[in-house]
């Protein structure tokens, strides 16, 4: 993932220990349709910032890492 945020672009990846925590993936074949990912990371073990700009989220099957700096999540959340 990239060390550097774009305020125009987010970064994700998920790993999963195995295709059975996939729920769902959906890839139509029309480029401008939507995309679908599900699944379960199982129970949470750890959240947290890894870098200044990358939020990773460890479940007992599987991880998930956005690019996404704490400030932005802050700013976010007010009205």
């Known amino acids: 993932m990239s060390k550097t945020v774009n305020l125009e672009e987010r970064s994700f990846s998920i790993e999963l220990k195995t295709k059975q925590n ?3 993936v959906v890839l139509n074949s029309n480029p401008a ?3 679908l990912i599900e699944g379960t990371i199982g129970k949470l073990e750890n959240a947290g910032f890894v870098s200044e700009d ?3 989220i460890v479940g ?3 991880t998930m890492r956005i690019n996404i700096a704490k400030q932005e999540i802050t700013e976010a959340k007010q009205p």
Do not use: F, M, R
């Open 22 to 24: 996939l729920k769902n």
């Open 60 to 62: 007992s099957t599987g």
């Open 33 to 35: 349709e939507n995309v």
């Open 54 to 56: 990358i939020l990773e």
